[in-house]
């Protein structure tokens, strides 16, 4: 069918060839987990005359390849390798076979920086394991769009099969891409990035009315079993004012957010009840202390082999990745894994069979494996435990929800649920706990259930100038003001919006400052650098530790009118000082925080926000179209 027929403005549906039909327009809503380890792709129509639930959310579950369990497959791995002939496609997911050079956990690429206590120790010394690795030409952003273009087409594919090319060019599409809680604001900004990236090259002929939003993955969850928990006579149904912990284990991070059930008919609500947490801290964990009893057991005998024989994509790796998939569901403590690998010079032991070249891997060993990951997350939900009762002074979570891939794990949820019931928390292991995320995801998007307020995770504000005060200063800020020689105090914090603040869609903060620039040089950009903090009490001084320069706003006064303001000589020089409102608001339903600025109450024509560790030639990117731009920004 084509659409060069009629306006090209209007809808297909107000269109007609003398070779089909008119098209009824409804709206398509694809979620996409983007995971450390699994990707997976959700999709929901608003076509058809009943209410849409869960039920109706439809997850891809034939991805391709050769190395995938059985015929169905409700993800693929995050992995990709790259062909040596350049206009051949890339192997990717089920495709990437052992002994290909691969790249796999690229996601963690994006956020390097961002720590938290509650973080494996040993993953920063991954590299050597065919891990966290990207070609030297590549960034972290290429090569997470690299990943996402081969995804996207297989997808686009499938969605074809579905709904048929005609109507997905005729139909608006809403991507909802879903992010960790605990990624940086650079990190998901670069997420948002990388999908655009991956849009364009895979030349996807989208509707121009498509849109991408990003969304938190324990809010995704949420979506998803709070909605199909509240229904019904069930005996996990939650009612209106309980508070639910949501624990979402995934392959690369762990959230842990709290939500307060505002209502539940006509339409579910929920708002954040805490500040979330989480960490680094998934089943990838556990491969990495598989990697190190390994080295312990067998040293050069295994590290001397290479990585294509060892990494994510080998049939070590993966012949590991399902045993650890499976492990605790038998008491048995002789059932033990067999793991095929030939080790050099390895000496014949209860854990190496020489001569069937089969490694061993007992129980309990396995339980050391899984030791500090269990550990790392117990210690997470006892911290949100604790930030209630220093809140509300007693505890009223009751229901604690394990989500996500490893949310799966029959061992965690056995090692949880004890733990938490001392604690007086029920834990539920709902249904397609690993697909949570990425079908709450679609319903998100077609039902527009979304918290109705946030807790903000971190205190975001300004560095200000004050007039030096030799009692409350230091020295090292002194310096001189080039308005009028008076002696001023810079690295002064401001915090409009405080860790903990509760944030809605129409949360927004402004900032009234003034500017000095030469009258010679008023068409040039003013740089204002936004800060943020995670300390629970806010920094006083810019210089403190903790104090983090999230962005630089380039503000460009080109063909702002300097006459109303005020001018003087000073040293030699012709000054104008210029009143500015920075506005960020908070509540943009792509989950983004959005910058503009005004002067004389005119928003002035550019503002680019560049993120912190950021070239200015990333600043930029749009994804099919111009419609699918969004205003310079960083996620929220």
Same mark, same amino acid.
């Given at each position: 069918?084509?659409?060069?027929?009629?306006h090209?403005?209007?809808?297909?549906?107000?269109?007609?060839?003398?070779? +089909?039909?008119?098209?009824?327009?409804?709206?398509?809503?694809?979620?996409?987990?983007?995971?450390?380890?699994?990707?997976?792709?959700?999709?929901?129509s608003?076509?058809g005359?009943?209410e849409?639930?869960?039920?109706?959310?439809?997850?891809?579950?034939?991805w391709?390849?050769?190395?995938?369990?059985?015929d169905?497959?409700?993800?693929?791995?995050?992995?990709?390798?790259?062909s040596?002939?350049?206009? +051949?496609?890339?192997?990717?997911?089920?495709?990437?076979?052992?002994?290909m050079?691969?790249y796999?956990?690229?996601?963690?690429?994006?956020?390097?920086t961002q720590?938290?206590?509650f973080?494996?120790?040993?993953?920063?010394?991954s590299?050597?394991?065919g891990?966290l690795r990207?070609?030297?030409?590549?960034?972290?952003?290429?090569? #997470?769009?690299d990943?996402?273009?081969?995804?996207?087409?297989?997808?686009?594919?499938?969605?074809?099969?579905?709904?048929?090319?005609?109507?997905?060019?005729?139909?608006?599409?809403?991507f909802?891409?879903?992010?960790?809680?605990?990624?940086s604001?650079k990190?998901?900004?670069?997420?948002?990035?990388a999908?655009?990236?991956?849009?364009? &090259?895979?030349?996807?002929?989208?509707?121009?009315?498509?849109?991408?939003?990003?969304?938190?993955?324990?809010?995704a969850?949420?979506?998803a079993?709070?909605?199909?928990?509240?229904k019904?006579?069930?005996e996990? &149904?939650i009612?209106?004012?309980d508070?639910?912990?949501i624990?979402?284990?995934?392959?690369?991070?762990?959230?842990?957010?709290?939500?307060?059930?505002?209502?539940?008919?006509?339409?579910?609500?929920?708002?954040?009840h805490?500040?979330?947490?989480?960490?680094? #801290?998934?089943?990838?964990?556990?491969?990495r202390?598989?990697?190190?009893?390994?080295?312990?057991k067998?040293?050069?005998?295994?590290?001397?082999?290479?990585?294509?024989?060892?990494?994510?994509?080998?049939?070590?790796?993966?012949e590991?990745?399902?045993?650890?998939?499976?492990?605790?569901?038998?008491?048995?403590?002789?059932?033990?894994?067999?793991l095929? $690998?030939?080790?050099?010079?390895?000496p014949?032991?209860a854990?190496?069979?020489?001569?069937?070249?089969?490694?061993n891997?007992?129980?309990?060993d396995?339980?050391?494996?899984?030791?500090?990951?269990v550990?790392?997350?117990?210690?997470?939900?006892?911290?949100q435990?604790?930030?209630?009762r220093? &809140?509300?002074?007693?505890?009223?979570?009751?229901?604690?929800i394990l989500?996500?891939?490893?949310?799966?794990?029959?061992?965690?949820?056995?090692?949880m649920?004890?733990?938490?019931?001392?604690?007086?928390v029920?834990? $539920?292991?709902?249904?397609?706990?690993?697909?949570?995320?990425?079908?709450?995801?679609?319903?998100? =998007?077609?039902?527009? $259930?979304?918290?109705?307020?946030?807790?903000?995770?971190?205190?975001?504000?300004?560095?200000?100038?004050?007039?030096?005060?030799?009692m409350?200063?230091?020295?090292?800020?002194?310096?001189?003001?080039?308005?009028?020689?008076?002696?001023?105090?810079?690295?002064?914090m401001?915090?409009?919006?405080s860790?903990?603040?509760?944030?809605?869609?129409?949360t927004?903060?402004?900032?009234?400052?003034?500017?000095?620039?030469?009258?010679?040089?008023?068409?040039?950009?003013?740089?204002?650098?936004?800060?943020?903090?995670g300390?629970?009490?806010?920094?006083?001084?810019?210089?403190?530790?903790?104090v983090?320069n999230?962005?630089t706003?380039?503000l460009?006064?080109?063909?702002?009118?300097?006459s109303?303001?005020?001018?003087?000589?000073?040293?030699?020089?012709?000054?104008?000082?210029?009143?500015?409102?920075?506005?960020? %608001?908070?509540?943009?339903?792509?989950?983004?925080?959005?910058? %503009?600025?005004?002067?004389n109450?005119?928003?002035?024509?550019?503002?680019?926000v560049?993120?912190? =560790?950021?070239?200015?030639?990333?600043a930029?990117?749009?994804c099919t179209?111009s419609?699918?731009?969004?205003?310079?920004? +960083?996620?929220?």
């Open positions: 069918m084509s659409l060069k027929k009629g090209p403005g209007l809808p297909l549906k107000a269109q007609r060839t003398r070779d +089909a039909p008119a098209i009824e327009v409804h709206k398509l809503v694809v979620g996409i987990d983007f995971g450390t380890t699994f990707t997976g792709v959700s999709h929901v608003t076509a005359a009943h849409k639930t869960l039920d109706d959310v439809e997850a891809i579950n034939d391709p390849g050769f190395g995938r369990d059985g169905f497959a409700m993800k693929t791995p995050t992995r990709l390798a790259y040596d002939d350049p206009a +051949a496609q890339n192997p990717w997911g089920y495709y990437v076979r052992p002994g050079k691969s796999s956990w690229m996601k963690l690429l994006l956020d390097p720590a938290s206590k973080d494996d120790p040993g993953l920063a010394g590299e050597g394991s891990v990207k070609p030297l030409n590549k960034t972290a952003v290429d090569v #997470c769009a990943y996402l273009t081969e995804v996207a087409k297989y997808a686009w594919k499938a969605l074809t099969k579905r709904y048929t090319i005609e109507v997905l060019k005729a139909t608006p599409i809403e909802w891409l879903t992010v960790p809680a605990v990624w604001d990190a998901k900004h670069d997420t948002l990035r999908a655009r990236k991956s849009a364009k &090259q895979a030349k996807l002929e989208c509707h121009p009315d498509s849109q991408i939003f990003l969304i938190r993955e324990p809010e969850a949420a979506v079993v709070l909605s199909d928990m509240t019904g006579a069930s996990e &149904q009612k209106v004012g508070s639910v912990m624990i979402d284990c995934g392959g690369g991070t762990v959230d842990i957010t709290t939500y307060e059930i505002s209502s539940i008919d006509p339409k579910l609500t929920f708002k954040e805490l500040v979330g947490t989480g960490g680094k #801290c998934g089943s990838t964990y556990i491969d202390e598989f990697i190190k009893w390994m080295t312990e067998f040293g050069s005998a295994y590290t001397d082999l290479k990585w294509e024989l060892r990494g994510p994509a080998s049939r070590l790796m993966k590991f990745e399902s045993y650890k998939r499976d492990f605790g569901k038998s008491d048995d403590a002789a059932m033990y894994a067999e095929p $690998i030939a080790l050099k010079d390895a014949e032991s854990w190496y069979d020489e001569l069937d070249n089969i490694v891997v007992f129980p309990a396995f339980k050391e494996m899984f030791k500090p990951v550990e790392k997350i117990l210690a997470l939900v006892e911290s435990l604790d930030d209630e220093r &809140q509300a002074g007693h505890n009223t979570i009751k229901t604690a989500v996500g891939g490893f949310g799966d794990s029959v061992y965690l949820y056995n090692k649920r004890p733990w938490l019931l001392a604690r007086g029920k834990l $539920i292991n709902p249904k397609n706990a690993q697909s949570a995320v990425v079908r709450g995801a679609a319903l998100s =998007g077609l039902k527009n $259930i979304q918290p109705t307020s946030r807790r903000s995770r971190l205190h975001y504000g300004w560095s200000c100038t004050e007039a030096f005060d030799a409350r200063h230091d020295v090292r800020d002194l310096f001189v003001s080039s308005w009028d020689g008076s002696p001023q105090a810079s690295g002064n401001r915090w409009p919006l860790k903990g603040d509760l944030v809605d869609e129409s927004a903060i402004q900032f009234a400052f003034r500017v000095e620039l030469s009258s010679d040089k008023v068409n040039d950009s003013y740089l204002l650098k936004l800060y943020c903090s300390e629970n009490d806010a920094p006083y001084f810019e210089r403190e530790t903790g983090q999230m962005a706003i380039y460009n006064f080109r063909g702002v009118d300097m109303s303001f005020e001018s003087r000589i000073f040293g030699g020089r012709s000054m104008r000082r210029v009143y500015c409102d920075i506005t960020v %608001s908070f509540g943009h339903r792509r989950g983004v925080l959005v910058f %503009s600025c005004t002067v109450g005119k928003e002035i024509g550019k503002t680019d560049i993120f912190d =560790g950021q070239g200015t030639a990333d930029s990117g749009s179209d419609s699918m731009a969004s205003p310079s920004c +960083a996620s929220q």
